[in-house]
């Protein structure tokens, strides 16, 4: 048993060394995987609603909610803004909040609170 398994495994584990390799080869050109994971967290606010209402990012991750509405709106979080809290956003205005500690992060628009949203941290 022991045999056959390592005749089994010695092709798979060259297969996924080379594949890892071939990987990290094709990753070289653009060393930045980093700075993608940290702009991954972007929150469209569109139609009076956050899109995405849900979002699960990892810590450190710098959260940027943008306002495509005509009207203006905010992005407080749920304990009356303490953690994070916007101006009002224009068309086009843009609000950043890096969470750094896991958690559950529920926010609304101070101006139209039926729009809330959360943000999970871990
Ligand atoms: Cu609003």
Known sequence: M???FK???LPLAAAVA???SAA???A???PAPQVAAAEAGAVTISNFEFQPPLMTVAP???VTWVNKDEEPHTVLSADGGATFKS??????????FTFDKPGTYKYFCSIHRHMVGT???K
Not at 87 to 96: C, E, R
């Open 60 to 62: 450190g991750t710098k």
């Open 119 to 121: 943000i999970v941290v």
């Open 2 to 4: 022991e045999f056959l």
């Open 28 to 30: 070289d050109p653009a």
């Open 87 to 96: 101006p009002a956003l224009d068309t086009d205005d843009k609000f950043s």
């Open 24 to 26: 990290a080869y094709a």
């Open 7 to 9: 005749r089994r495994a």
């Open 18 to 20: 080379l594949a890892l």
